[in-house]
């Protein structure tokens, strides 16, 4: 668990601006609770007088570019095309979106078809795997729906966030040393992927793989606390850990 990585963004919002030309469109998919000031549209199931105006990216004195004409109201995964035309859209913003929802494949697909170019950022699986992140009850975050990685060839590939994470402590971790999450620009089309598991046995074995590939990367005292983690009851961790929150707090990213 590593509390001061919360809803940290993966890079700083002025590399994300410097990509836009003053006369892009550009569209902020899923940006209700942090809309970016700069979007002409944004699109969410959350309506524009509800937004998270003190969490808006963009420097404090800009304005917004979006109105409440510019806010589309709607269901992601309704599998009706967004409302551009293709390639129409300059640039796309997506961040902490696609892990939320129930058809991120579907989202993605309509964010190529739209876009010239764009940038996504998801929570990493590492931290989705881990405790502690909200609760040491369960894993990473109670919405998310999806771990998620990009693998070797550069596709973002989404296996369902399953239950059986905490069957057992070899398909979870208590600490994490990866990043917390997985950002990139795109431009023209990127890969995308469901990871389809049929088996139960097949299930369990891509948790433990990715939990062995996690641990090689602990240097041997974050190691030995990850295992020390697992021994200890879950409300002497949550009375540890929340002491540790009010002496130190999470920072606002």
């Known amino acids: 668990m590593q509390v001061e990585e919360r809803d940290r963004m993966q890079i700083d919002s002025k590399e994300i601006l410097s990509r836009i030309k003053p006369d892009d469109l550009v569209v902020d998919i899923g940006g209700w609770v942090k809309p970016l000031k700069r979007a002409n549209k944004i699109i969410d199931i959350l309506p524009y007088e509800t937004r998270s105006i003190a969490n808006a990216i963009g420097d404090a004195d800009e304005k917004e570019r979006f109105s409440r004409n510019d806010w589309i109201v709607r269901d992601l995964c309704d599998r009706t095309p967004f409302p551009f035309k293709d390639k ?20 993605c697909s309509e964010i190529v078809r739209i876009a010239k170019r764009g940038y996504i950022e ?11 992140i909200e609760k040491w009850q369960y894993t990473g975050y109670y919405h998310h729906r999806w771990l998620i990685e ?24 208590n600490l994490y040393v990866s990043s917390p999450a997985v950002g990139f620009f795109w431009e023209d089309s990127f890969n995308f992927k469901e990871n389809i598991i049929i088996e139960k046995q097949d299930l369990f074995n891509n948790l433990e793989e990715f939990v062995k590939s996690e641990k090689k990367k602990m240097h ?32 606002n990213y």
């Open 88 to 107: 129409e859209v300059d640039f796309v913003f997506c961040t902490h979106t696609l892990e939320d929802i129930r058809d991120p494949i579907w989202v």
């Open 122 to 132: 998801v929570p990493s699986r590492a931290l989705e795997t881990t405790r502690g």
């Open 220 to 251: 041997f005292g974050k190691r030995f606390l990850n295992g020390l983690f697992y021994v200890l009851p879950t409300w002497l961790l949550t009375v540890i850990f929340n002491n540790t929150r009010k002496r130190r707090p999470i920072r």
């Open 150 to 173: 990009r693998d070797d060839t550069g596709t973002l590939v989404f296996t369902h966030k399953t239950p059986a994470l905490l069957k057992y402590p070899k398909y979870y971790l």
